[in-house]
């Protein structure tokens, strides 16, 4: 089983939809985070959850709006997004705060806004 | 805002060459990290560098990170197909307490013909 999971591996919603991503780590991490990967430019970071609680919040739209029900678990719920939203999100774990601590990937939901 | 500017951002080589992919900035970091993305999948960590100067291997890849902690550059010896990817940098700002908030730079994509 791999470290970081996340699904599902493909969305394609219209502007009107609500959707969730789901990610699950098996790492025994204790901080999670939303990253959206588009197009020549560099990962953005959305979210960071340490120990279940929102540490970061990089100025997202409120159209996202992210969940951590347990150390384990991270959510991002959609709704009413734009075309510009489509990219690739991606979810990492780490240990927190262990000194120059890896990102742990999962493979990334690639999400089509139409 | 803290920026980490990668060159070349795509490289297309003929197997069994040699190549250099940049990460600069104006800011120092506490670290820089490397990692490599392949097609449908997230970004996998290959190194940490974390004290100036210091220069680290990976089979064919080496690492260097600068005196001053504000670029780092990544050499492939004899490149493979399997070398083929996505390779990113990734920062921690001097100060960011470990929360994880790695500033990655645009990716350098590279092309490994057989």
């Known amino acids: 089983e791999t470290g970081v999971t996340q699904t599902p591996r493909h969305l394609v919603m219209g502007m009107t939809n609500k959707k969730s991503l789901k990610c699950e780590q098996h790492?025994?991490?204790?901080?999670m985070y939303w990253y959206k990967q588009s197009a020549k430019k560099p990962l953005e970071l959305m979210f960071v959850?340490?120990?279940?609680?929102?540490?970061e919040n990089n100025s997202v739209p409120s159209r996202f709006s992210p969940e951590c029900p347990n150390s384990s678990h991270l959510f991002l719920h959609l709704h009413t997004l734009q075309p510009e939203d489509s990219a690739l999100y991606l979810c990492?774990?780490?240990?927190?705060?262990?000194?120059?601590?890896?990102?742990?990937f999962g493979n990334g939901t690639r999400l089509t806004v139409t | 805002t803290q920026l980490l500017e990668q060159s070349p951002q795509f490289l297309s080589i003929q197997e069994g060459e040699n190549l250099t992919v940049y990460c600069n900035s104006s800011?120092?970091?506490?670290?820089l990290q490397w990692y490599r993305q392949e097609p449908g999948e997230g970004p996998v960590l290959l190194v940490t560098v974390v004290t100036g100067g210091e220069v680290k291997k990976l089979k064919r890849l080496t690492f260097q990170f600068g005196d001053a902690r504000k670029d780092s550059s990544l050499h492939i010896t004899a490149a493979q197909p399997g070398d083929t990817g996505l390779y990113l940098c990734?920062?921690?700002?001097?100060?960011?307490?470990?929360?994880?908030?790695?500033?990655f730079g645009q990716g350098t994509t590279l092309q490994v013909k057989p």
């Open positions: 800011s120092v970091f506490s670290s």
């Open positions: 959850y340490s120990l279940e609680e929102r540490v």
């Open positions: 990492a774990s780490s240990q927190a705060p262990v000194e120059n601590s890896p990102l742990h």
């Open positions: 790492l025994g991490h204790n901080a």
């Open positions: 990734a920062g921690d700002p001097s100060g960011s307490s470990n929360t994880g908030k790695l500033i």
